[in-house]
């Protein structure tokens, strides 16, 4: 597995990784009775571990963690968190200690992720739902988190859930660079499902002028997923990106949110998609994306022409805990 935490060269091994993942061609029937063409690009086959986004996001915290000389790195997440899933393995790689921080008590059996996440060396911190709250408080929550957290387990770097910060989105960056130059201009948008907007924030600030970024978002309620991607875009937009912003949120396809009960459609929708294309997808994230981009083509969102490419952004791990 990619040790990158130990890289001299650091931005060459991103760059290197991410013109290495599959773009391949995929018939959407709703897509192709508008004359829409469509290639995934297969981002959950990056690495076997730090699957998909997740690779990107956590790519660049990490070298920060390497020049501020930490040797531990912390983040949040739920039972079934691809984040923690993909920072425990990082954290194996590299010999760095990670720290996984769940908010309430310690379950009597963990989930199968959390229990993965163990082996990998990850421990867990569980804040009953009190302190987490008041920690969380605060103006800057992470700063008051961190000091909690250096307390108790020794200097760290503190990440932010899902990777959502500068770091995250500047490594998805290279998503929509590696984009360009494998597919030589030949394309019209990007589209990507959303959860922090980090991934969407740094794919369209990679993406060169004229192209645009698209959001699934798979939220229930929006929160400032927008204004978080606004910040991080304008962040990391240094040249060759027009000055209207280049992305889009569609919101309405959360289907519930992280509930666990999906919609008959969505069920069958996936049932269709991973026999027909021998490409499995995640309930949370990449269904609500291809389901979504089905219909929007299906509505008449797309002129007859237009060019997706769809980003299959992996956390493949988390389907367990959609199993029966
Ligand atoms: C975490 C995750 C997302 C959401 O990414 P954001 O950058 O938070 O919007 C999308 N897809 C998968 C598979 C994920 O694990």
New binding site residues.
């Given amino acids: 597995m990619l040790n990158f935490y130990n890289e001299a060269a650091p931005l060459a091994i991103l760059q290197q990784r991410a013109l290495a993942v599959p773009m391949q061609p995929l018939v959407l029937p709703a897509l192709a009775r508008r004359g829409i063409e469509l290639i995934i690009r297969r981002d959950d086959l990056i690495d076997q571990q730090m699957?998909?986004?997740?690779f990107y996001?956590l790519f660049w915290n990490l070298q920060r963690a390497k020049s501020n000389g930490v040797q531990q790195i912390a983040s949040f997440g739920g039972a079934w968190s691809?984040?923690l899933y993909a920072l425990a393995a990082v954290g194996q790689a590299s010999g760095l200690k990670t720290l996984g921080v769940i908010r309430g008590d310690r379950p009597p059996v963990l989930s199968d992720t959390l229990r993965d996440v163990e082996s990998m060396g990850m421990t867990l911190c569980f804040v009953a739902r009190e302190t987490y709250r008041q920690l969380t408080r605060e103006a800057d929550q992470y700063a008051a988190f961190q000091q909690w957290l250096v307390e108790r387990y020794g200097d760290l770097l503190l990440v932010p859930e899902?990777?959502?910060n500068c770091e995250?989105a500047r490594g998805?960056m290279a998503i929509g660079q590696s984009i360009e130059q494998q597919l030589q201009g030949n394309y019209d948008e990007v589209w990507?499902?959303?959860?922090?907007?980090?991934?969407?924030a740094g794919l369209a600030a990679g993406l060169p002028a004229g192209k645009i970024a698209g959001?699934i978002s798979?939220l229930k309620g929006q929160g400032s997923m927008a204004a978080d991607i606004d910040r991080l875009y304008r962040q990391l937009a240094v040249t060759d990106v027009p000055q209207s912003s280049n992305w889009r949120l569609v919101t309405g396809f959360h289907a519930g949110g992280y509930a666990k009960k999906l919609p008959e459609a969505l069920q069958k929708f996936q049932k269709n998609f991973e026999e027909q294309h021998k490409v499995l997808l995640?309930p949370?994230?990449?269904l609500k994306?291809f389901f979504a981009i089905s219909s929007l083509a299906q509505a008449g969102y797309w002129a007859a022409g237009t060019r997706l490419v769809v980003v299959h952004?992996?956390?493949l791990q988390?389907r367990r805990g959609f199993a029966q």
């Avoid at 990507?192 to 991934?199: E, L, S, Y």
């Fill in positions: 699957s998909g986004n997740k996001k691809n984040h899902g990777g959502a995250g998805a990507v499902a959303a959860a922090t907007g980090t991934t969407l959001g798979v995640d949370v994230y990449t994306l952004s992996g956390g988390g």
